[in-house]
């Protein structure tokens, strides 16, 4: 098992930024991803970024150029700094860890979520 605990999130008004942090203990792999996806009302959850143990980051199209994800994998702790928020990134952010298996799949394990609200 995979523990996260997140931080950061809040209220921002446009323009602004914020940065979220999420921790991993327990079970972790010496190959792993890491991540944030959000969820809008109404919406599916969706990809805002990711990160592997090795450095490899995807990142969703809308967020290119104003998000960055890192890592610090001696803390095995994401962080997702947010510039230049908009109000349609307003959701709730969830952390997400991927342990890659020796022979293939993941095992995956999300936060609780953070609430990030941008005001217009």
């Known amino acids: 098992q995979v523990q996260l605990v997140e931080s950061g999130g809040g209220l921002v008004q446009a323009g602004g930024s914020l940065r979220l942090s999420c921790a991993a203990s327990?079970?972790?792999?010496?190959?792993?991803?890491m991540g944030w996806y959000r969820q809008a009302p109404g919406k599916q959850r969706e990809l805002v970024a990711a990160i592997t143990s090795g450095g490899s980051t995807n990142y969703a199209d809308s967020v290119k150029g104003r998000f960055t994800i890192s890592r610090d994998n001696a803390k095995n702790t994401v962080y997702l700094q947010m510039n230049s928020l908009k109000p349609e990134d307003t959701a709730v952010y969830y952390c997400n860890f991927k342990n890659f298996k020796l022979l293939g799949g993941t095992d995956e394990y999300w936060g609780q979520g953070t609430q990030v609200t941008v005001s217009s």
């Open positions: 327990g079970s972790i792999f010496s190959r792993n991803g």
